[in-house]
C-alpha cells in the first residue's frame, strides 16, 4: 500500500505524461524542435517539482500520524506517558518549519528533512541495481543532483550544464531529448516509491505498525 503522498506525486507525473503525448504530435512541421524542446524543459520542471510535493507532503502526513499516536494509543496499548505528548508538542513547529524551509529537494536537503524531523536515513534505499543498471546509493545520488542542476538552469534561464556527458549528443552540445525526459520521470517515481516503502517500514519500527 502506497501513501497518500505517493497517490499525489503519481497525479501530478499525469502532466508530465500529457507533455509526452503531446511531443508525439509535432513530429513534423516547421519549428517542431524548438517546440519540442520547450516540452522537455517543462516535463522536467514537473518532475521535480512532483518530486519536492511528494517529499513535503509525506513529510506533512508522517507528522500528522505520528502526533495521532501520541495524542492517544492504538487499541490495547498503554497511553503515552505526558512527557512524550509534551515532546512532540514542543518539537512540531521546528519540524513544520523544515518542510516548509525545504526549497531544493537535492539529495543532501531531503536526507537531512528525514533524518533531522523523523530519524529516517533513506540513503539505503536509494538504489537501482538491475541487469541494465547498477546504481549505488552515491550513483543514484549523482544523478538526482545531475537532474537538479538542470532543473535550475531551466528555471533561471542559464544554458544546460556542458560537464554531463549523458545530456550531450554526437557533437558535444548539452540538450534534452524525449528519451531523456522519460528517463527523469523514470528516475524520480522510482526514487518516490522506494521512499514510500522505507519510511512506513521505518515507521512501524518506531510506533508498532504501519501508517500506509
Given at each position: 500500500?502506497?501513501?497518500?503522498?505517493?497517490?499525489?506525486?503519481?497525479?501530478?507525473l499525469g502532466s508530465v505524461d500529457q507533455l509526452i503525448e503531446i511531443h508525439g504530435r509535432l513530429q513534423t512541421g516547421a519549428g517542431r524542435r524548438h517546440r519540442q524542446d520547450a516540452l522537455h524543459r517543462s516535463g522536467v520542471v514537473l518532475t521535480v517539482a512532483a518530486w519536492q510535493a511528494y517529499v513535503e507532503k509525506v513529510s506533512v502526513d508522517a507528522l500528522d500520524w505520528?502526533?495521532?499516536?501520541?495524542?492517544?494509543?492504538?487499541?490495547?496499548?498503554?497511553?503515552?506517558?505526558?512527557?512524550?505528548?509534551?515532546?512532540?508538542?514542543?518539537?512540531?513547529?521546528?519540524?513544520?518549519?523544515?518542510?516548509?524551509?525545504?526549497?531544493?529537494?537535492?539529495?543532501?536537503?531531503?536526507?537531512?528533512?528525514?533524518?533531522?524531523?523523523?530519524?529516517?536515513?533513506?540513503?539505503?534505499?536509494?538504489?537501482?541495481?538491475?541487469?541494465?543498471?547498477?546504481?549505488?546509493?552515491?550513483?543514484?545520488?549523482?544523478?538526482?543532483?545531475?537532474?537538479?542542476?538542470?532543473?535550475?538552469?531551466?528555471?533561471?534561464?542559464?544554458?544546460?550544464?556542458?560537464?554531463?556527458?549523458?545530456?550531450?549528443?554526437?557533437?558535444?552540445?548539452?540538450?534534452?531529448?524525449?528519451?531523456?525526459?522519460?528517463?527523469?520521470?523514470?528516475?524520480?517515481?522510482?526514487?518516490?516509491?522506494?521512499?514510500?516503502?522505507?519510511?512506513?517500514?521505518?515507521?512501524?519500527?518506531?510506533?508498532?505498525?504501519?501508517?500506509?
Amino acid at each position: 500500500m502506497a501513501s497518500n503522498a505517493f497517490g499525489s506525486f503519481e497525479t501530478l507525473l499525469g502532466s508530465v505524461d500529457q507533455l509526452i503525448e503531446i511531443h508525439g504530435r509535432l513530429q513534423t512541421g516547421a519549428g517542431r524542435r524548438h517546440r519540442q524542446d520547450a516540452l522537455h524543459r517543462s516535463g522536467v520542471v514537473l518532475t521535480v517539482a512532483a518530486w519536492q510535493a511528494y517529499v513535503e507532503k509525506v513529510s506533512v502526513d508522517a507528522l500528522d500520524w505520528i502526533e495521532n499516536q501520541v495524542a492517544g494509543p492504538v487499541q490495547g496499548a498503554p497511553p503515552p506517558p505526558h512527557w512524550a505528548r509534551a515532546s512532540f508538542a514542543f518539537r512540531k513547529p521546528a519540524v513544520r518549519k523544515a518542510i516548509g524551509d525545504l526549497n531544493t529537494p537535492n539529495t543532501q536537503n531531503v536526507r537531512r528533512l528525514f533524518e533531522s524531523s523523523f530519524g529516517f536515513d533513506p540513503r539505503s534505499c536509494w538504489v537501482w541495481q538491475v541487469s541494465t543498471r547498477d546504481w549505488n546509493a552515491a550513483a543514484y545520488a549523482t544523478r538526482t543532483d545531475d537532474w537538479l542542476r538542470i532543473r535550475h538552469t531551466i528555471a533561471h534561464g542559464f544554458d544546460l550544464p556542458n560537464n554531463m556527458p549523458w545530456i550531450k549528443n554526437s557533437t558535444g552540445q548539452a540538450r534534452l531529448t524525449l528519451g531523456l525526459l522519460e528517463e527523469c520521470k523514470k528516475h524520480f517515481h522510482r526514487k518516490a516509491r522506494l521512499t514510500d516503502a522505507a519510511f512506513s517500514t521505518h515507521l512501524e519500527g518506531e510506533y508498532g505498525h504501519r501508517p500506509w
